[in-house]
């Protein structure tokens, strides 16, 4: 009951019930269960000084191996999300067995320490485990998405382009704003400025995100062209082409 609770956003009730169920039992998995699904709720309700403090004590308690794999995971997915990347990536090392949870948080943390040749290998790794299994294939196209825009970072606009079309047209749908952002910024890159703009096109609501960081992805594009074509202009006069 308490976790279906959680499951459905009533943290409060079910921690209530869980709390109750932890102070009456001398078994020692359902006390385990217990702590976990409180601390696991504070992380599903995004208070994660609490949640790292749950999974902090309960790791400091005599538990079998792998419910301090498990815990260990959820713990290092509180600290990502308090934005301490070493600190999670530190948890996330030091598990013995790796999933294509881990090592896609693993890539996460390693991008925002802007260690981007790391973070390539492991959304490599977590692509790969993903690759295989159709209730993960969200997280699969993940990958891939992050493992191009690694690639990006690092200046392999070829590599870029090249994972990005092996994300299936569904997940393309659901995300395309990201997608679009992403093919265009490295299409700049590589110099393709005009190609750029076309797939930017024109977007109508002019709230969203994506406008905002198209519009001013198509300033710099211009800005960029212009300013190519201006020197071209120069270099021209400068050899007697132009009057």
């Known amino acids: 009951l308490a976790e279906t609770l959680t499951d459905f956003a009533y943290f409060k009730k079910a921690r209530e019930i ?112 993903g690759k295989e299994k159709s209730a993960e294939g969200n997280l699969y196209f993940k990958s891939l998405f992050w493992e191009s825009y690694c690639y990006y970072k690092i200046g392999e606009t070829e590599d870029a382009l090249s994972v990005l079309g092996h994300i299936d047209d569904k997940w393309k749908k659901e995300n395309g704003d990201d997608i679009i952002l992403l093919k265009a910024e490295i299409l700049n890159k590589k110099g393709k400025g005009k190609d750029a703009l076309k797939i930017l096109g024109n977007k109508s609501d002019k709230n969203s995100l994506i406008t905002l960081l198209a519009d001013n992805l198509k300033e710099e594009i211009d800005f960029t062209v212009d300013h190519k074509r201006s020197l071209n202009f120069l270099k021209r006069k400068e050899a007697g082409l132009e009057n």
């Open 18 to 129: 869980l709390q109750t169920l932890y102070i009456g039992t001398f078994n020692r998995n359902l006390a385990f269960n217990c702590q976990y699904l409180i601390a696991l709720s504070y992380l599903k309700e995004k208070e994660y000084d609490k949640a790292v403090s749950r999974f902090k004590k309960i790791i400091g308690t005599n538990i079998k191996s792998e419910d301090s794999e498990k815990v260990g995971l959820r713990l290092a997915q509180a600290l990502y999300w308090q934005k301490k990347y070493n600190d999670s990536l530190n948890c996330l090392l030091a598990l013995k067995n790796k999933n294509i949870d881990s090592e896609f948080l693993i890539a996460k943390n390693y991008f925002f320490l802007s260690d981007y040749k790391n973070a390539l290998l492991h959304f490599k790794k977590s692509a790969e485990l």
